[in-house]
C-alpha cells in the first residue's frame, strides 16, 4: 500500500495535510459555535493553526497513506444545544462537508492551470511542485472526507448516523468507542477500509486530470 509513495511526495503532502487538518476541526468548532457551544472555541480551537489540531497518530497513518487519518477532535458539550443529537450531527458533518468544499476548489484550480497548460508558462521547478500539491490536495481531501463519514465512533460518521439510531444504541457505541477504533484500525491495515477509498479516489482523479 505504501511502496508507490516518495519522501518528495510526504514533504508535498505536509502543506496540504496541514491546511485540511486545521480546516476540517476549525469547521467542526465554528459549526458547534453558531449552535450555542463555545467549548471548542473557548478552548482555542476556531483556528488554522495546525498545532491547535494535530494528533500524532492520526496525522503518521496520512503521512503513511496519503488519504486516510484524523486530527485531535474539537471538544463539543452537546448539552449546550438544543437538540443534543442533531447538534452532534450537524456539527459531525462540518468537518468531511469542509474536505469536499477544499477537494472541489482544488479540482477547479488543477483545471484551470494544470490541464488548461496554464502551467506551462511558470518555471518548471515552481510548476511541478505547485501541481504535486493541488493534485495532493484533491486527493487527500476527498479521502478525509470518505473516511471521516464511516459509520465507526468517534468518527463523524457516526454523529451523523446516530440521528437514526435508538438512544441507547448510541450510548453503547460510545462507552465502547475504543473498541469500534481498534476494529476500524484492523479493517484499514487489511486494506477493508482503504482500498474502496484508494479506488474511489483514483477514479475522481482521473475524471478531474482528463
Excluded at 518528495?8 to 450555542?36: C, N, Q, R, Y
Excluded at 460518521?157 to 465502547?176: D, H, N, Q
Amino acid at each position: 500500500m505504501f511502496s508507490n509513495i516518495s519522501i518528495l511526495d510526504t514533504l508535498l503532502l505536509i502543506p496540504p495535510l496541514l491546511f485540511a487538518l486545521s480546516v476540517h476541526e476549525m469547521s467542526h468548532a465554528w459549526s458547534a459555535w453558531k449552535l450555542g457551544d463555545p467549548t471548542a472555541k473557548d478552548r482555542g480551537r476556531l483556528t488554522l493553526n495546525p498545532l491547535a489540531h494535530l494528533d500524532v497518530m492520526g496525522t503518521l497513518c496520512i503521512l503513511l497513506t496519503h488519504f486516510i487519518g484524523w486530527a485531535k477532535p474539537a471538544p463539543v458539550d452537546p448539552r449546550n444545544f438544543r437538540d443534543p443529537i442533531r447538534g452532534m450531527a450537524l456539527v459531525a458533518a462540518a468537518g468531511p462537508f469542509s474536505n469536499f468544499v477544499i477537494a472541489a476548489a482544488s479540482a477547479g484550480i488543477i483545471r484551470l492551470v494544470i490541464v488548461s497548460g496554464a502551467l506551462e508558462r511558470v518555471p518548471e521547478g515552481i510548476a511541478m511542485p505547485l501541481a504535486t500539491m493541488l493534485v495532493i490536495s484533491f486527493s487527500l481531501n476527498i479521502g478525509l472526507g470518505l473516511f471521516n463519514l464511516l459509520p465507526f465512533p468517534p468518527l463523524d460518521g457516526f454523529r451523523i448516523v446516530s440521528v437514526a439510531l435508538p438512544l441507547k444504541w448510541v450510548w453503547f457505541c460510545e462507552r465502547y468507542s475504543f473498541l469500534f477504533f481498534i476494529a476500524l484500525i484492523i479493517l484499514m491495515w487489511q486494506g477493508i477500509v482503504t482500498r474502496p477509498i484508494g479506488a474511489a479516489i483514483q477514479y475522481l482523479q482521473r475524471l478531474v486530470l482528463t
